[in-house]
């Protein structure tokens, strides 16, 4: 599966965005998805992944409440609302797929987000 991510961009703080993750290959629905982020000078880490079948969500803590993850699998597309967004939201965020939420790899080359104080 091959993934583009979208969406990304400069926004205050307190706005919203919502990324995308466009798929190609009818495997797409086959797998769990997920994101991850990384911030300058930081590690990569989890933000929120879906099941295959949208029956299982997981977020971390920095982002429960605030972030929602949903998937259209008519569309092969993954996305990422973010709501209430924060200056440490600020990094590159990535499309990732696995065989389960618990096992996703980053697909995707990122797109950036930027939340300015």
């Known amino acids: 599966v091959q993934v583009v991510e979208s969406g990304g961009g400069l926004v205050q703080a307190g706005g919203s965005l919502r990324l995308s993750c466009a798929a190609s290959?009818?495997?797409?629905?086959?797998?769990?998805m997920g994101w991850y982020r990384q911030a300058p000078g930081k590690e990569r880490e989890f933000v929120a992944a879906?099941?295959?079948?949208?029956?299982?969500?997981r977020y971390a803590d920095s982002v429960q409440g605030r972030f929602t993850i949903s998937r259209d699998n008519a569309k092969n597309t993954l996305y990422l609302q973010m709501i209430s967004l924060k200056p440490e939201d600020t990094a590159t965020y990535y499309c990732?797929?696995?065989?389960?939420?618990?096992?996703?790899?980053?697909w995707g080359q990122g797109t950036l987000v930027t939340v300015s104080s």
């Open positions: 290959g009818r495997t797409f629905r086959a797998y769990a």
């Open positions: 879906i099941s295959w079948n949208n029956y299982i969500t």
């Open positions: 990732a797929g696995g065989t389960a939420v618990e096992d996703l790899e980053v």
